[in-house]
């Protein structure tokens, strides 16, 4: 990619104000990667660091002006390289638009994309309201990477996902033009659905600036139960069969090796020696640790749970929920990371994981296992010695297989991180080139262009 | 519209088996109307009963070929226009794919578009399970339709509307080709968010020849409260109460005319001296006529009710539904309706039922209401004489008028019903210039030649 004139660089430095272009590439470095860390990401010209939406504008106008790529960034935490830099390119940065609103009148959070996921929930809990999606990065990830990837989380096998909270959307276009999707109305059909069309685009369609997001009641005390089994297997098993009858508020699955990233990096006093661990909460209002927890119990015994473990204390269970939390910072102490995002039809989720263990076998590389297990969604994290050529290569292969094998499943490349730049070669494998070539007319016919966020996605 | 060539016509019913394809006036005036009964429709010249998606995509693909307009149709029960008949037109009927298949281990329905949302919830509750959008119309509309109008009904204020719970689709697009997006997998993220695009899209990007839902566990029984308020205003200033605390699962209202409406069609015991009636059921999970609706009872006391009834009675409540439901037939019977389906954020409920109010009385029309109060989206339905063109000019305006104020309010001229062509006519004045240009060049990538639903929604 060429690099803009130094001319128009100028220009675009004079319209806005100070310190919002920045040149310096001792700053602009920082712009290059996410969270995946993905080598083959580039040098930004110019980072846009936007203060509002008619700056956001006005850099996507001289952007479009000067054919210059577009790459859009909240916070910088995404897993898949959505956020990495192009040679060249302008980065916009989202991470000054952090305004919050809260509407209690009509339940939602009117919020600016930069805004962390942990600062909208909190300004909701203020009001004794809630945002439910939560991934687990929630402390560090922005709403507009939310919306960008339609996140999901811990709750979303019962609470859904990003896009289920999302009634409004203020987005800046190819062309520069701002458009408001939505917005405070619970129910509208006016038009067609567009808004829809921006949640986990990737920002290859348009950049989000604005959100006006639906929040729901606090949520009702959990209670909070832990399984080990012997087995990944019988812990699969477990969770197709609490989720044939129940609807759960959290199901998360961790394997030994997890397990034991876990306790290495934070003695939380997790089993080192279970196989797996199922941790599960039940939000039923006014039952407790009663009929759900119960029955999840009985399902968990019956596919051969070793211990079984139950709490209604919410600090005892929020423990638990920190140790999931943490499984990936504490796995990325042990080497570098390869983040899959894998998933299946739940009823497939055994096979899957076993799928995953024998990939891991072949290619002789450790994968750690944490899991969304009650929607299906995995995240085998290939672990290697960045040092070595050969551990990198084996890794990189076997990355690639674990997706072939979601695909060969009836299962999907991305849950919830996004296709970015690093899953990218196996999507026309999993969407079929018919779904590619229309995915490749509403790009043209939105960027025609190309210039927003190119090599990502498509 | 041109007629299309008599030896096309027969090029088609020579490619499709008997009975599909049909060109009989007295068969095709069957499908000039939907439930709109709008007086604008066309008459069509072909309508396919396709049994299966070949047999659309053939159909498709001679139209394209042809340039004859595709008008796609359900259950024919829609309350917009989406399928009235175009003149010289193609009516693609999917009345005949209604097969309807539910895994249980997956928790979905794989359910052709004709099925109907009844047939649906049927087979679910065979197995335990629920699928929970519930238009008034249920028991004779489509999934088809239901998707392309993403239909609500009375149970989104707590479960959400159609798109909530599509995962997968199957959508033959202008070109006949056929593409299959999402499926079986709870979390996908894989490529751009298209699924989204089809739902709500009103046959205007692809017709939908099957669908993957989501289903849930069976609803927990349910409480239910009736509150009589002395007018509309009290109950809509209720409603605001009890949402800003409360998600209940039904959140309905009916003003006095609706009532006495009801009552005269058949006889339900409603108060026919109270100005407005809210009926609210809560499934929180064995609390039964517990919490919830004791705090709902709460909000309406202290808005100004002036009875209250509560049970549990599970055959009580739904008596209660059922007089709900029966709201549009009874005032059918009074008169030549256009129905109304405008939305306001909750809290603006008020503002928009006393707007109507005041829309009545300056065009000095009948304009019962009923409302998806908990949503904010009401159901303001214009009575008039059909043989008194006066009264149907009125009827006209305010029918206008009250979409108007709508958007005046920050409102939605459709909350749940769709465009289609009785409400086109202020689509541009709601979404603006801007909005109006990216929707059309969506449409064009997708549709090029137009010939999918045109005259609807753009």
Chains 1, 2 share one sequence.
């Not at 040092?387 to 060969?408: L, N, P, T, W």
């Amino acid at each position: 990619m060429d690099q803009p004139d130094p001319a128009a660089l100028a220009d675009l430095a004079a319209s806005l104000p100070d310190g919002v272009v920045v040149t310096d590439p001792d700053l602009t470095q920082k712009y290059r990667l996410d969270r995946s860390q993905d080598d083959a990401a580039g040098t930004p010209a110019v980072v846009v660091r936007a203060e509002d939406a008619a700056q956001v504008q006005a850099a996507v106008r001289w952007a479009a002006r000067h054919a210059v790529p577009v790459v859009p960034r909240g916070a910088g935490s995404g897993l898949s390289g959505g956020s990495s830099a192009v040679d060249g390119g302008l980065v916009l940065s989202l991470e000054r638009m952090r305004a919050i609103e809260i509407d209690t009148e009509s339940q939602v959070a009117v919020v600016e994309a930069g805004a962390f996921n942990a600062e909208v929930k909190q300004a909701a809990a203020e009001h004794g309201l809630w945002y439910p999606p939560d991934p687990s990065s929630y402390e560090i990830c922005s709403i507009g990477g939310n919306i960008a990837t339609n996140a999901g989380g811990l709750c979303c096998v019962k609470y859904g996902v990003t896009t289920d909270y999302v009634l409004g959307l203020d987005v800046v276009l190819a062309d520069g033009t701002l458009v408001t999707l939505g917005g405070k109305r619970i129910k509208d059909v006016a038009g067609l659905p567009l808004l829809k069309l921006f949640v986990g685009s990737e920002g290859t369609l348009g950049i989000v600036t604005r959100a006006v997001l639906r929040l729901v009641p606090a949520q009702a005390p959990r209670a909070t139960m832990v399984a080990t089994f012997p087995n990944v297997d019988a812990a699969a098993r477990a969770v197709v069969a609490v989720r044939r009858t129940l609807r759960p508020s959290m199901l998360e699955l961790m394997d030994r090796a997890s397990i034991n990233a876990v306790e290495d990096y934070r003695p939380m006093g997790l089993d080192r020696t279970a196989g797996a661990l199922l941790l599960a909460q039940s939000d039923a209002p006014g039952v407790s640790c009663g009929a759900e927890v119960e029955l999840m119990r009985a399902a968990c015994e019956a596919a051969g749970a070793t211990e079984l473990f139950v709490t209604d204390d919410p600090d005892e269970g929020e423990m638990f929920v920190e140790a999931r939390r943490i499984a990936i910072p504490a796995i990325e102490t042990t080497g570098a990371l390869m983040l899959e995002d894998v998933g299946a039809p739940v009823p497939l989720l055994p096979d899957l994981l076993a799928a995953i263990e024998e990939v891991a076998a072949a290619y002789d590389v450790r994968i750690p296992v944490i899991a969304h297990a009650g929607d299906g969604n995995t995240h085998p994290i290939v672990v290697y010695d960045a040092g070595d050529a050969d551990s990198e290569k084996r890794a990189r292969e076997a990355f690639r297989e674990v997706m072939q094998r979601a695909i060969d499943l009836g299962g999907t490349i991305t849950g919830e991180h996004g296709v970015g730049r690093t899953k990218k070669e196996l999507l026309p494998t999993q969407l079929g080139p018919d779904v590619m070539a229309l995915s490749r007319r509403v790009k043209d016919a939105l960027d025609p262009q190309g210039i927003l966020n190119p090599g990502a996605v498509l």
